[in-house]
């Protein structure tokens, strides 16, 4: 960690999104973890606080994961034993890394990814992000992918992309009428190592794609002179129909306003329900979640849990699983494959509380391509995630049920 202050550094990531317009807060606490400490890893430092503030996309770090091993330490207390196993899967909509990973140039490997799948029946977040670590034999990089929906609220589009005094940034007319911001930069003369586009549609939807020539954010670590994939291939991607799938799983809410998990604030923190072992290596909440990445014995996983108040679309959806003698519900998928990310695999717990609140908790193996942990299930069995749902801490923003 450089001697730069985590105050001074939340300052200027706020000074650098009021420029791009992005209005939604990317994952600070993340990016602060990220920073290196002295010399040039503090301008690669720059050059990520740059694009991330671009992008506003800092999601969890791309991981490799394994499973615990059996008799691991159990998630969370009695609520653990409380409701009887799900009956039916937990459904979900399409997977941002699927459907970046299925778009990507001929050759192109999948090293790890992590990112959101949000669900169905109500379950809204006010965007998704994934990151890709790709290779395509040329060195390891990384991508990132925010879909947003901006819904009345305008957003500033165009140049500059970010303060560097070393971007090469033009606006583009993009489809149906929208906007393609494309721009590269870096600190350093020389070859760009990071690329972003950024596309704006006329209905508020908002696709920010960046390529970045090292392979996580947590190091920075420079792994090739250009990023993967070049500005206009970022720009295709991120002019691509096919993100408004995602619209039905969007808020246009805003969700960088206040940091509070709950009414009062975070009534628990993710982190104190994790098994012992488990070293958390980053840790970031927004209004209604908080995710963090975890490691063990050199396998690491990304956590994610979401409340809401469940709609009349979500109750419907759960009544399909019978409820337990608490009167909780509860639908659950075990380490099912990441189509597209050539190893990743993820569990997800969807609980229905009685007072109406949905809590829904996933884990992610990001393993992908070449690492011996791809096709493993995550670091957390089914039974713990369900553990950690079921904790009666989770609060939904804006208090009780609808």
Known sequence: MSEQSEHDFEDRLAQVLRRTGDGFRPDGPHL??????????????????????????VAAGGLTAAALPPGGGAAAGPAAERSGWPSGAAADGPSLVSVLAERLPAGVRVLRSAGDRSGVA????????????????????????????????QVKSGCPLSNSSNEACEVRPGPDGGSLTVGAMDPDPGPRGTGTAAFTGPDGLRVVLSAYSFADQEHQDRTRPTPVL???????????????????????????????FGPDGPPVRLSELLPSGLRVASASEWVGGQRLTAAQDGHELVLTVRAQRADRAARDWFAAAPAGADGVRVRATAAREVPGSQGATESAVDVLRPDGVRVRVTAVNPAGAGSPDAGKPPLLSAEQLRGIALDPRWAAPGGGAQ
């Open 122 to 153: 109500g379950l809204r977040v006010a965007h998704e992000t994934a990151e890709l670590t790709l290779d395509d034999g040329h060195g390891a990089s990384l991508v990132t992918v925010l879909v947003s929906d901006a819904g009345g609220r």
């Open 32 to 57: 602060v973890a990220a920073g290196a400490a002295r010399g040039r890893r503090r301008q690669r430092r720059q050059l990520a606080l740059v694009a991330a503030a671009a992008a506003a996309v």
């Open 230 to 260: 070049t500005p206009d291939q970022l720009a295709a991607l991120a002019a691509d129909p096919v993100w408004a799938t995602f619209r039905s799983g969007l808020s246009p809410d805003d969700a960088s306003a206040t940091d509070a």
